[in-house]
């Protein structure tokens, strides 16, 4: 098969994994529902997140979980306390899209979700966080598997949060995820189109590729795959990708509404 047949069938064809299914799902919770969530699949999350890579495999995270109403409480007026001082100080851009998404230095998540993980990074461990980031996304799908939800809440000066946890000194408080069942009404985030996030071989040259429906290919599908390098004024020639002019001439391949010829 040719080789760009074999892209065609790769893209084309339906996930067969519930990754993206997950992964497009879900979306961020600010609001919980009073319903319990069990334990068990906190847990399962927990164990899911453990399987991450990590720098070296030296696995730097650690996870406080919290189920008690008073520690919470007692987490909730730390946080508190540094949010103020955040909001007051913050830049006008993202107080903007703070006031859009209706945050404030109030965190009624922090005692309301029936569960509280923090997760700490010993940042005496290569890529510390990066590690534990990556334990996160791990998490954050399972919980979204076990219809659960939760925010990566970053607490604004963590430093002086971490106290309440009576956390070793090397340990470094990433994030604070409140779980539970979801009681948001807000819509998911958009995401930027993909073909403006993905580039072949160079930086920011997208090749827009359009009406490839003779392969059954919707509009924009495959433009991250090719890059095209402008030649003259009105002329390319696709970079790495060999299309034949025949191809070309049956996949109606456009830029940015022009033909491009092979
Ligand atoms: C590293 C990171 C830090 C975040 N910190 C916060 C936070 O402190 N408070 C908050 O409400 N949301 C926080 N979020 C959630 C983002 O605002 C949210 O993921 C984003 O707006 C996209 O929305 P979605 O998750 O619903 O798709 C954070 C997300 C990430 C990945």
Same mark, same amino acid.
């Given at each position: 098969?040719?080789?760009? !047949? ?8 339906? $996930?067969?994994?519930? &990754? ?10 600010? &609001?919980?529902? *009073? ?8 847990? #399962?999350?927990? %164990?899911? @997140? ?46 903007? =899209? ?8 109030? *965190? $009624? ?14 940042? %005496?461990? +290569? #890529? @510390? ?14 919980? !979204?598997? /076990? ?7 970053? $607490?604004?000066? +963590? ?7 009576? @956390? $070793?000194? !090397? #340990? %470094? ?7 539970? #069942? ?23 040259? !997208? ?5 490839? /429906?003779?392969?059954?290919? %919707? ?5 991250? =795959?090719?890059?095209?390098? +402008? ?9 790495? &990708? ?21």
């Amino acid at each position: 098969m040719h080789s760009l !047949e074999r892209r065609f069938v790769s893209l084309t064809s339906p $996930p067969s994994s519930i &990754v993206i299914e997950l992964a497009t799902r879900r979306r961020t919770t600010r &609001v919980f529902a *009073k319903t319990p969530a069990a334990l068990d699949d906190v847990i #399962y999350c927990i %164990k899911v @997140a453990v399987q991450a890579p990590s720098g070296a495999n030296r696995q730097p995270w650690r996870f406080v979980l919290v189920d008690d109403l008073k520690t919470k409480e007692r987490i909730r007026v730390a946080c508190e306390e540094q949010e103020k001082r955040h909001h007051a100080n913050v830049e006008a851009n993202l107080k903007q =899209w703070f006031n859009s998404k209706n945050i404030t230095w109030q *965190k $009624p998540f922090l005692t309301e979700s029936p569960i509280l993980l923090a997760v700490f990074s010993s940042q %005496k461990m +290569p #890529y @510390a966080t990066e590690s534990t980031w990556l334990a996160i996304g791990y998490m954050i799908l399972a919980l !979204e598997e /076990r219809s659960l939800s939760t925010v990566t809440y970053t $607490p604004s000066y +963590p430093e002086n949060v971490r106290s309440v946890f009576n @956390a $070793p000194d !090397e #340990y %470094k408080l990433e994030a604070i995820l409140p779980i539970g #069942y979801s009681s948001d009404s807000k819509p998911k985030e958009p995401r930027r189109p993909f073909q403006s996030s993905v580039y072949k071989n160079l930086w920011n040259v !997208e090749a827009w590729l359009m009406g490839a /429906r003779g392969h059954g290919l %919707k509009d924009g599908d495959l433009s991250p =795959w090719l890059s095209v390098r +402008p030649v003259h004024h009105r002329q390319f020639t696709l970079d790495q &990708v060999q299309i034949t002019s025949s191809q070309v001439g049956d996949l109606n391949l456009q830029l940015g509404g022009l033909p491009i010829r092979g």
